[in-house]
């Protein structure tokens, strides 16, 4: 048997991809509505799905939005939307340095760089505690010159699964402030984290609250499984309405010689279910459900490797959060479990928890074990 934890796509129990229920009513609805054309959507995308997405990240009463200094525009998943960001920043914003966290998903410097950005890394994760370098993090932001760019993940880290805590995400916001470092935050994970839509936006609605600048990329191929359909929001908080209005111009002129215009299928389903309040709460029971499962798999794989006392602190399998879990194996552990178990993952030691079952989970633990003690 074969175990692919190198994809970064929800699997059911069974091993398949998932298309929730909610998102094949929404695309049921649209079919069966002929009045619905093809027609090219505006430059920004469809307005009742910026709005809605606006809402769903920054929370249904949050003041910047009702002050008007919110602009957002509907991209080509989150990647697209960081590009998007990117690509305005590098022309008209006066820091064009981009401090990363260091790991972080692979794409990101890649997507800052080809925009025009300066790429740097900020400390993040301690492999000697498999958690949060924190320390690390404080002192490599307090030395960033003042107005630059920090990436920041939302919620649910790529790839290490470790987040700060309230209390640290406060700190960070404060130092972050205190220097007029500019926060883009990517949320590929809301509600995919905790099972839980406003908790996983708490740390964004954070900095949105002291009315300050912030970039923010969206994106729903995991939160609703709309991957292939390539659905995100790229939102830019500005501290006037003016300001957010002649930022919606700019954007318009990153984008037109881009794409022209974003797709309308993916979109529209976004926003049927975001409008409609009981297929919005249906989404959320979906939601959380895959949230639920891969928290089971997570103490399921804890609990083998403890009862075949496999040597180490495994407790980070139930700390990290979202879908992956950093095991902190090395690159020749990671060899020996996919030439002898055939258990397929990324060199650096990240699994997919969402590509585990319980039928798998036990052959993970006897690979993890054997990789240990061989
Ligand atoms: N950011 C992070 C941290 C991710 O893990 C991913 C997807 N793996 C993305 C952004 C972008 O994904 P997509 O373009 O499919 O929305």
Same mark, same amino acid.
């Given at each position: 048997? #074969?175990?692919?934890?190198?994809? @970064?796509?929800?699997?059911?129990?069974?091993?398949?991809?998932?298309?929730?229920?909610?998102?094949?009513?929404?695309? /049921?609805?649209?079919?069966?509505?002929?009045?619905?054309? #093809?027609?090219?959507?505006?430059?920004?995308?469809?307005?009742?799905?910026?709005?809605?997405?606006?809402?769903?990240?920054?929370?249904? =009463?949050?003041?910047?939005?009702?002050?008007?200094?919110?602009?957002?525009?509907?991209?080509?998943?989150?990647?697209?939307?960081?590009?998007?960001?990117?690509?305005?920043?590098?022309?008209?914003?006066?820091?064009?340095?981009?401090?990363?966290?260091?790991?972080?998903?692979?794409?990101?410097?890649?997507?800052?760089?080809?925009?025009?950005?300066?790429?740097?890394?900020?400390?993040?994760? =301690?492999?000697?505690?498999?958690?949060?370098?924190?320390?690390?993090?404080? !002192?490599?932001?307090?030395?960033?010159?003042? @107005?630059?760019?920090?990436?920041?993940?939302?919620?649910?880290?790529?790839?290490?699964?470790?987040?700060?805590?309230?209390?640290?995400?406060? /700190?960070?916001?404060?130092?972050?402030?205190?220097?007029?470092?500019?926060?883009?935050?990517?949320?590929?994970?809301?509600?995919?984290?905790?099972?839980?839509?406003?908790?996983?936006?708490?740390?964004?609605?954070?900095?949105?609250? =002291?009315?300050?600048?912030?970039?923010?990329?969206?994106?729903?191929?995991?939160?609703? @499984?709309?991957?292939? !359909?390539?659905?995100?929001?790229?939102?830019?908080?500005?501290?006037?309405?003016?300001?957010?209005? #002649?930022?919606?111009?700019?954007?318009?002129?990153?984008?037109?010689?881009?794409?022209?215009?974003?797709?309308?299928?993916?979109?529209?389903?976004?926003?049927?279910?975001?409008? =409609?309040?009981?297929?919005?709460?249906?989404?959320?029971?979906?939601?959380?459900?895959?949230?639920?499962?891969?928290?089971?798999?997570?103490?399921?794989?804890?609990?083998?490797?403890?009862?075949?006392?496999?040597?180490?602190?495994?407790?980070?399998?139930?700390?990290?959060? @979202?879908?992956?879990?950093?095991?902190?194996?090395?690159?020749? /552990?990671?060899?020996?479990?996919?030439?002898?178990?055939?258990?397929?993952?990324?060199?650096?030691?990240?699994?997919?928890?969402?590509?585990?079952?319980?039928?798998?989970?036990?052959?993970?633990?006897?690979?993890?074990?054997?990789?240990?003690?061989?």
């Amino acid at each position: 048997m #074969k175990v692919n934890l190198g994809v @970064g796509a929800y699997r059911t129990e069974e091993g398949k991809p998932l298309v929730l229920n909610v998102v094949r009513r929404a695309e /049921q609805m649209l079919v069966n509505d002929s009045s619905r054309v #093809k027609e090219y959507l505006p430059i920004t995308g469809l307005a009742d799905f910026n709005k809605m997405s606006a809402k769903l990240i920054f929370g249904n =009463d949050s003041p910047a939005i009702q002050e008007k200094r919110v602009t957002t525009v509907q991209c080509l998943s989150g990647t697209g939307s960081l590009r998007v960001g990117a690509e305005f920043l590098a022309r008209h914003y006066q820091q064009r340095t981009i401090y990363i966290p260091q790991p972080t998903w692979g794409n990101h410097p890649k997507v800052f760089a080809l925009s025009g950005l300066f790429v740097k890394t900020y400390r993040y994760y =301690d492999p000697a505690t498999r958690g949060l370098n924190f320390q690390g993090l404080v !002192e490599d932001l307090s030395s960033a010159p003042s @107005g630059a760019v920090v990436l920041l993940h939302a919620c649910a880290h790529n790839p290490t699964g470790v987040d700060p805590t309230v209390e640290q995400w406060e /700190q960070i916001r404060q130092l972050m402030r205190s220097k007029a470092l500019l926060p883009f935050f990517d949320s590929a994970y809301q509600g995919f984290a905790s099972g839980n839509l406003d908790a996983d936006a708490q740390p964004v609605r954070l900095f949105a609250a =002291d009315g300050g600048e912030l970039l923010a990329a969206q994106s729903y191929a995991k939160n609703m @499984g709309l991957y292939g !359909e390539r659905v995100g929001a790229l939102s830019i908080v500005c501290k006037t309405a003016d300001v957010a209005a #002649k930022v919606e111009s700019q954007l318009k002129l990153v984008i037109r010689p881009m794409y022209s215009s974003p797709p309308i299928h993916g979109a529209s389903i976004v926003a049927t279910i975001l409008k =409609d309040s009981e297929m919005y709460n249906e989404w959320t029971i979906e939601l959380k459900a895959m949230a639920d499962r891969i928290i089971s798999m997570r103490h399921q794989l804890f609990e083998a490797l403890r009862e075949r006392g496999t040597p180490g602190d495994w407790t980070h399998i139930v700390k990290q959060i @979202g879908m992956f879990t950093f095991t902190g194996l090395n690159t020749e /552990q990671v060899a020996f479990m996919t030439k002898e178990y055939h258990i397929y993952m990324t060199s650096d030691g990240r699994i997919s928890m969402a590509g585990l079952s319980s039928k798998t989970v036990p052959l993970l633990a006897d690979a993890i074990h054997a990789a240990v003690t061989h």
